[in-house]
């Protein structure tokens, strides 16, 4: 990709926003899952971020467990908050243990109740640090969702995982407008900033300077997250 965006700057610029596709991420299937969402998929290194593990469901469930892997090298968990949770039962306070690089969750909802046919809400609240500008892999392993149905089936169905991109300290997010995607509007605001008055939250490279460069990491960015 690269080598053609170098050869042909400008035509790759006027272009960008009939090439550039939606990265939809946090769009959450239909059915019975348990998923992880992040307040930015593009978190700095050296600063706290959080990650939510939520449940929904299309049944009455009063009861899940399971565990969160992610990579020990690369993130650190600094503490758990329930203070939202939908889980009023705990069959033991979460736990984390940042050499096996692991959460771990059980507890019960005393009252389920659906909304519309739904039943949704948070379980917790994960506070990291990052300490690499890598992609990383976060999932959801061995995990149940237990319908209030007397018998205590696992209805579960999908578990979403999710994959972050930590950035280095001082460069700007690729998700420049903050609607937990990077689209062509993203690339678009770069593009119109090159040439005008230096302003860091274009800066997604970290040079001190807005120009083409910006637009590549953005564009590898997309590259990564296909």
Do not use: C
């Amino acid at each position: 990709m690269f080598s053609v965006i170098k050869k042909h700057h400008r035509k790759a610029i006027l272009s960008v926003p009939i090439l550039f596709l939606l990265i939809s991420r946090g769009e959450v299937p239909p059915g019975n899952v348990l998923f992880l969402k992040p307040v930015s998929y593009f978190p700095e290194i050296g600063s706290p971020f959080s990650i939510e593990l939520n449940l929904r469901s299309n049944v009455a469930v009063n009861a899940t467990d399971g565990t969160i892997h992610f990579p020990a090298q690369y993130l650190t968990v600094d503490r758990i908050d329930t203070s939202r949770s939908v889980i009023d039962l705990w069959g033991a306070t979460p736990e984390w243990s940042n050499s096996n690089g692991a959460i771990t969750w059980s507890g019960g909802i005393i009252k389920p109740s659906l909304v519309s046919g739904k039943q949704e809400g948070n379980i917790l609240r994960a506070i990291f640090y990052a300490n690499k500008a890598i992609p990383i892999q976060l999932t959801i392993d061995d995990a149940t969702l237990l319908a209030n149905n007397g018998r205590g089936d696992n209805v579960l169905e999908i578990t979403g995982g999710i994959r972050i991109f930590p950035r280095q300290k001082g460069f700007a997010s690729p998700d420049i407008d903050n609607d937990r995607h990077v689209t062509a509007r993203d690339v678009a605001q770069v593009v119109m900033a090159m040439g005008k008055r230096y302003n860091t939250i274009y800066d997604i490279n970290g040079d001190k300077n807005i120009d083409f460069k910006d637009v590549s990491m953005i564009l590898d960015y997309y590259d990564q997250l296909k």
